[in-house]
């Protein structure tokens, strides 16, 4: 892929959603604050926190010459929605995307944009962070290890808070398709389809506050090692999708903007977009396949439904032999 290069000067947004974040909005606000190079706005959507978040963070506005942008929901509408609103309204042309909690190294945005200036054809850059409790303390493991170790490669894992996009994926990464559960999630199911445009970082830039409030349980958030064993265990002890009507969605809507919202500063040569889109299709067969399996109450209809699935290939399209084995047992 030969995507063309943009020479916008770069304008850093900050987009922050938050939810009776008290306990510590305003230490990550004062990191941001803090870094040497100053964003140009943070935009803030509060999704009516029913603490001082909002009188907290008005007085953090008072004391900065750091324009912010609040915006108070007139109802809560969660939090993949509350991102998505956030993202829209950030005027620069890199945003980062940030919890409510985290700490932000001093050189983070520095590092970022200097990684986008030496690749300008990225439209995402995800960095690593350390692990910290409630206290701030260091678990001694990082997203990004825990990852490699767990899964073999920290490569098409997008964590929204780690990461910081350009302005212009928007087109194409906004709305978020119904049924999406987390604004990452879409991201990485859009750029392990473009790989080239998202870029991997081992540098650490801020510490990720893990505590019982997270919306995430995700092993790699663990503050032990973990191996690949544990993924298989974690995914073992997890429950059957009995629906994959997110996944269907994600795949409907990648297929549609693919042909219909390439981004004009993405070029995607016509025989790799073939091939995209053949995937595509074949996955969304796949999806189509296990979702008449799991809606259906025959135990022989499902092994029939496995093995079905099984010999069309279907089983690259999640977990492989395991996802097998879990629908033959269901």
């Not at 916008?8 to 008290?22: F, P």
């Not at 999406?180 to 445009?197: K, T």
């Not at 795949?251 to 053949?278: C, G, H, Q």
């Amino acid at each position: 892929m030969q995507p063309q290069q943009t020479n916008d000067i770069e304008k850093v947004s900050v987009a922050i959603c938050t939810y009776n974040g008290k306990n510590y909005i305003l230490e990550q606000l004062n990191s941001i604050a803090n870094q040497t190079v100053k964003p140009d706005e943070i935009v803030i959507c509060d999704d009516c926190s029913k603490d001082d978040t909002i009188y907290i963070i008005k007085q953090f506005v008072s004391n900065t010459n750091i324009r912010v942008r609040l915006n108070t929901n007139d109802y809560n509408i969660g939090y993949t929605l509350n991102f998505q609103k956030c993202l829209g309204l950030c005027l620069g042309n890199l945003i980062f995307m940030s919890d409510q909690d985290d700490i932000w190294y001093p050189k983070k945005i520095e590092n970022v944009i200097s990684i986008f200036a030496n690749n300008p054809h990225l439209i995402g850059v995800t960095h690593d962070g350390r692990l910290v409790d409630e206290e701030g303390q260091w678990s001694g493991r990082t997203k990004n290890r825990q990852i490699r170790d767990g899964y073999g490669s920290n490569v098409n894992c997008i964590t929204g808070a780690l990461s910081c996009i350009r302005s212009k994926s928007l087109e194409f990464i906004l709305p978020i398709p119904e049924d999406i559960n987390g604004h990452d999630i879409w991201m990485n199911y859009i750029f392990e389809l473009l790989p080239d445009f998202w870029s991997f970082s081992d540098l650490l830039l801020q510490d990720l506050r893990r505590h019982s409030h997270n919306t995430s349980d995700w092993v790699v958030n663990s503050f032990n090692p973990i191996s690949r064993i544990d993924v298989i265990k974690d995914q073992f002890i997890s429950q059957v999708a009995p629906s994959y009507t997110d996944r269907l969605s994600m795949n409907k809507e990648m297929i549609k903007r693919l042909n219909s919202f390439i981004v004009d500063y993405i070029y995607i040569p016509n025989d790799i977009l073939i091939e995209i889109n053949a995937a595509l299709r074949n996955e969304n067969k796949a999806l189509h396949m296990r979702q008449a399996l799991a809606d259906n109450p025959s135990k022989l209809a499902r092994v029939f439904y496995a093995l079905k699935i099984f010999v069309f290939g279907g089983y690259k399209y999640f977990n492989g032999y395991f996802s097998f084995i879990r629908d033959l047992l269901r």
